[in-house]
């Protein structure tokens, strides 16, 4: 029979059970910008949450045995302060486990952000089963119920925060409001179990403000002003797809546009042209097809790419996944479209496409967290559907020349030779790091050593003969891209540490 205290207890398991997937989820919204949205990170995060359950599982079963003073509010209590310290301890924590490498790191920050909330969420499911067993001949039942509503708490609290939630208020907003919630469902417990709290019960008041206060000055932990000497945060928001910022450096007069560690653009201030080389080249396409009128470009970042094809004469359509990313360029870039704008997922939006072009421009691997599902023959082949007979698909891709890493670069060239069979690839600099542009056509591409045009000449002097040795083919069903950009992904980090800010990572 379902008594009011029944319900109440099952009430308070579903909360439970949806907040260790809310914490799980957001887990990847603070450690993700330091260590990047890798598989790592999401595997670190998995790894402790099912660590934390199987330590509260134990100790929940214990302690509510053992321990008869010790109650379900306290349980919820603890839980409650545990999750509200994560948004003040997570720069610190970053920052300790940074010489631990992104695996390393990952692991070690997810553990000590979250291990404890989570685990003192685990431990309500047997503090509930304890208290609403009456019967031996019930204990199935109750176990079966217990579990059953945490599992409908976890489910809806997933779509609520990555549909409603997230979209509308912060990472930092969220766990506080989370925190907040705990702290009301263990007043509640305590209300109802007054006697078990003679002493301290003055204690929740305190604690309840306390959060209450750092709810609502919440939007100045979201939103900070991080700025340095050098360094100077215009413009900042919080997407779906990660932290985005726009961030100008007088000294080296540059405006940089930002995800989460991924340099998506640079501009010069002073003249307004794109600093990154790789995209000055890209644009130069029209070179080698002189009767080209449109493109596609892929990955819009702050629309250069755009802007000089425009100058030549080209029409593109563009796609970008992040809303707050395509804002921004229009915002503080100056792009202005000269095609289709489509914001979307590329692999969606590109089947939706019945166009063709003479140019495709696949502009999505910076160098930081890349998007390696758009690397597989399964993306290039609907790419390829796209191309005009004769048209170029160009990508650019960062990796090394030489040494570990370089597995990756030929999977990248093996997986583009496989769907395209004209492919020539240039390097933006004869250093170990540097940037592949890969261009590849069903028509040959011709250059010509003897052009005057610097462009020609440029593409001539730039060629790299890439060897498909040690490449494998990226597929949907088998893509190990993540494992084998590790050297590279760890390297790009670095280099955004020492030259742009650590700061920036944080939330």
Not at 53 to 69: I, N, V, W
Not at 72 to 99: D, G, R, Y
Not at 451 to 476: F, K, M, N, P, V
């Amino acid at each position: 029979m379902l008594t009011p205290g029944k319900s109440l207890l099952l009430t308070t398991v579903t909360l439970s059970g949806g907040a260790v997937m809310i914490l799980e989820l957001l887990g990847t919204r603070i450690i993700a910008p330091y260590y990047g949205a890798s598989l790592y990170v999401w595997s670190a995060l998995i790894a402790v949450t099912m660590i934390a359950l199987a330590l509260g599982y134990y100790l929940g079963g214990y302690l509510a045995d053992r321990y008869p003073k010790l109650r379900l509010a306290h349980v919820l209590m603890f839980a409650a302060l545990a999750t509200s310290v994560i948004p003040f301890s997570s720069a610190t924590v970053l920052h300790l486990t940074n010489a631990l490498g992104m695996r390393g790191g990952a692991f070690c920050s997810a553990l000590l952000l979250f291990g404890l909330p989570l685990t003192a969420l685990a431990m309500v499911g047997p503090f509930v089963i304890k208290l609403a067993t009456e019967t031996l001949e019930d204990v199935g039942s109750t176990v079966g119920a217990v579990y059953a509503i945490s599992t409908v708490g976890s489910v809806v609290a997933t779509l609520l925060l990555g549909f409603v939630l997230l979209p509308w208020l912060g990472t930092r907003s969220i766990i506080f409001s989370l925190a907040l919630i705990l702290v009301l469902m263990a007043v509640v417990l305590m209300w109802r179990d007054r006697q078990g709290f003679p002493a301290n019960r003055g204690v929740m008041p305190v604690i309840f403000l306390g959060l209450l206060s750092s709810l609502l000055s919440v939007k100045g932990y979201a939103s900070p002003e991080k700025t340095n000497a050098t360094m100077r945060v215009l413009h900042q928001a919080e997407s779906i797809y990660g932290w985005v910022r726009v961030v100008d450096n007088q000294t080296s007069d540059a405006r940089l546009l930002l995800s989460d560690a991924s340099v998506l653009s640079a501009m010069s201030l002073s003249s307004g042209q794109t600093l990154l080389h790789y995209q000055t080249i890209i644009a130069s396409l029209p070179v080698l097809r002189p009767a080209a009128s449109d493109a596609l470009l892929v990955g819009l970042g702050g629309g250069h790419i755009a802007r000089e094809l425009k100058a030549k004469g080209l029409a593109t359509d563009t796609i970008e996944i992040d809303p707050v990313v395509a804002q921004a360029s229009l915002d503080y870039f100056g792009f202005k479209p000269t095609g289709e704008f489509i914001v979307g997922d590329a692999r969606y939006e590109v089947k939706k496409l019945n166009k063709q072009y003479d140019f495709i421009i696949h502009d999505c691997f910076t160098g930081g967290s890349e998007p390696t599902h758009l690397l597989t023959v399964e993306m290039l082949s609907d790419l390829r559907r796209l191309l005009k007979q004769d048209g170029i698909l160009a990508l650019n891709y960062v990796g090394f020349t030489r040494g570990e890493g370089t597995e990756a670069v030929a999977s990248v060239y093996k997986t583009l030779k496989s769907v395209l069979p004209n492919v020539k690839v240039f390097i933006t600099e004869k250093t170990e790091m540097t940037d592949f542009i890969m261009l590849a056509s069903n028509s040959a591409i011709e250059l010509d050593a003897n052009s005057r045009d610097q462009r020609s000449q440029w593409l001539t002097d730039h060629q790299y003969a890439l060897s498909e040795q040690g490449g494998i083919l990226i597929t949907d069903d088998y893509n190990p891209m993540e494992s084998m950009q590790l050297r590279k992904a760890e390297a790009y980090r670095d280099i955004f540490l020492k030259r742009v800010a650590p700061e920036l990572l944080l939330i």
